[in-house]
């Protein structure tokens, strides 16, 4: 510049664009604690925030703030959301945490609200949500931060709800849960506190998986926070203990963790790209694992994150291929298959050599 100086602009700082609350600017994001985030069939991208649901509207580069009014029995039932999961009618549910579960329609934009009704075991066992899912049938799963996950079938309009007994070996691990899956055998996969638990629907039984110190092939920790399937029908898992992968033939797990190229060992995202890739959000940034290669590429806040720190469910990809994973700062959006990585290994160049912080010419062989 004339007069300025030199300065460096870091284009790998670029690939990752942000998306957080600005005070400055209107229709900004209302909360930069991102929970949960899903892309509907229109590019636009729903978020959970801790306080309100956010809809953001990419053709326009603006978002739209819905929170909770006391007042409106027709409205969001509670500001702090924890999940978002989308139909295939369009209607979105959306689990709160405190104001159990919400169905909203885009189109007539009413909220119509489940609540735990105390003695009413047809009711949603928890008004404090923690995620939400439909499965092949239509039926809409709900897992609870304390008691279990509950099932609504929404023709009967009645939920049915699993927990853990512990005289049951074949019910839910742990009453606490993160996530629920459908794989494409149709089997539902449930993570929890306590494990990981498949649930065979003819036979009505879990089937419990869980951390056993004298086995290198179970799961490599209880705390399970995301469950995905990927385009060769392997199942990943994610846990507070590194990523594992499920092998159906032996009924068991091989893991990867930090020792191993990941960039941390609590995994709370996954997604894959069209290379075939995987790509986890952690508490240390992004990883991204090579399924031919089996190696891993870490990203951090010096490329363009949000933050380090990543949070469980916030994670989704749009009809487009763009990814969004959220964290403790907004939540980053990009495509995958755009990130390119500077491999080139600057020489090594010394420009003196002191002794007692005084130069030495490297030629004067007396010293």
Do not use: M
Not at 90 to 117: A, E, K, S
Not at 189 to 202: H, P, S
Not at 349 to 356: G, K, R
């Amino acid at each position: 510049t004339s007069g300025g100086g030199v300065n460096l602009f870091d284009r790998r700082s670029d690939q990752f664009q942000h998306y957080y609350r600005r005070t400055d600017a209107d229709n900004s994001l209302s909360h930069n604690l991102i929970r949960s985030l899903w892309a509907d069939g229109n590019g636009n991208i729903w978020i959970g925030t801790g306080q309100g649901l956010n809809l953001y509207i990419k053709r326009e580069n603006r978002f739209k703030t819905y929170n909770a009014d006391p007042g409106d029995p027709n409205g969001l039932s509670h500001n702090d959301i924890r999940a978002v999961r989308g139909d295939r009618k369009g209607r979105l549910w959306i689990g709160t945490y405190g104001g159990g579960l919400n169905r909203f329609d885009p189109g007539t934009g009413i909220f119509t609200r489940f609540r735990h009704q105390s003695g009413d075991p047809d009711s949603i066992s928890s008004d404090f949500i923690r995620t939400v899912y439909q499965d092949r049938t239509g039926n809409i799963w709900a897992g609870t931060r304390n008691a279990g996950v509950s099932r609504f079938d929404q023709k009967s309009g009645i939920f049915r709800t699993f927990r853990s007994n512990p005289e049951q070996s074949g019910s839910l691990s742990n009453d606490s849960v993160w996530v629920v899956f459908s794989d494409s055998d149709g089997y539902i996969w449930i993570g929890t506190d306590g494990g990981l638990n498949r649930y065979d629907e003819g036979k009505q039984l879990f089937t419990r998986y869980q951390y056993s110190p004298d086995n290198f092939a179970s799961l490599s920790n209880d705390s399970v926070r995301s469950i995905f399937e990927d385009s060769l029908g392997t199942l990943w898992i994610g846990t507070r203990g590194g990523l594992n992968q499920y092998r159906p033939k032996g009924d068991d797990f091989i893991y990867y963790r930090e020792k191993d190229g990941l960039a941390n060992d609590v995994v709370y995202g996954i997604l894959e790209d069209r290379q075939h890739h995987l790509w986890i959000s952690t508490n240390r940034g992004l990883s991204r694992f090579g399924l031919r290669t089996r190696t891993f590429h870490n990203y951090d806040v010096r490329d363009g994150l949000q933050s380090n720190e990543f949070n469980a469910g916030a994670y989704c990809q749009d009809p487009n291929g763009f990814f969004y994973f959220g964290g403790i700062n907004g939540f980053n959006g990009f495509d995958p298959d755009q990130i390119t990585d500077n491999d080139f290994i600057p020489p090594i160049v010394f420009t003196d050599f002191l002794i007692l912080n005084k130069s030495v010419p490297i030629s004067d062989r007396s010293v």
